[in-house]
């Protein structure tokens, strides 16, 4: 079992930078891939990005360059850098947890996920 618990999330006028980090419960987080979705309103949960426990990532296109994830193992953490950050960002941000080193990006492939976090970007 593990259990996920985001926080970081808030109001930010775009252009500008927010840090989310997910703390994990479980012996065996080293162990899991993990990864963070988002959800906007009337759409369905997307993918952002993943990371592995030897560190390989992937980021969604939608992302890359502005977003980075990133893990610490020895603290059960991961975390996601949000820096450039644009109204169409705005959505509800989602930790998930699935044994394995693959970097999945379906959402079904996610065993475990977290409460979620609000992170709202004002024009």
């Known amino acids: 079992q593990v259990q996920l618990v985001e926080s970081g999330g808030g109001l930010v006028q775009a252009g500008g930078s927010l840090r989310l980090s997910c703390a994990a419960s479980?012996?065996?987080?080293?162990?899991?891939?993990m990864g963070w979705f988002r959800q906007a309103p009337g759409k369905e949960r997307e993918f952002v990005a993943v990371i592995n426990w030897s560190g390989d990532n992937t980021h969604a296109d939608s992302v890359k360059g502005r977003f980075t994830i990133s893990r610490d193992n020895a603290k059960n953490t991961v975390n996601l850098q949000m820096n450039s950050l644009k109204p169409e960002d705005t959505a509800v941000y989602y930790c998930a947890a699935r044994g394995g080193y693959l970097l999945l990006t379906s959402k079904s492939l996610y065993d475990y996920w977290g409460q979620g976090t609000q992170v709202t970007v004002s024009s």
């Open positions: 479980g012996r065996t987080f080293n162990k899991h891939t």
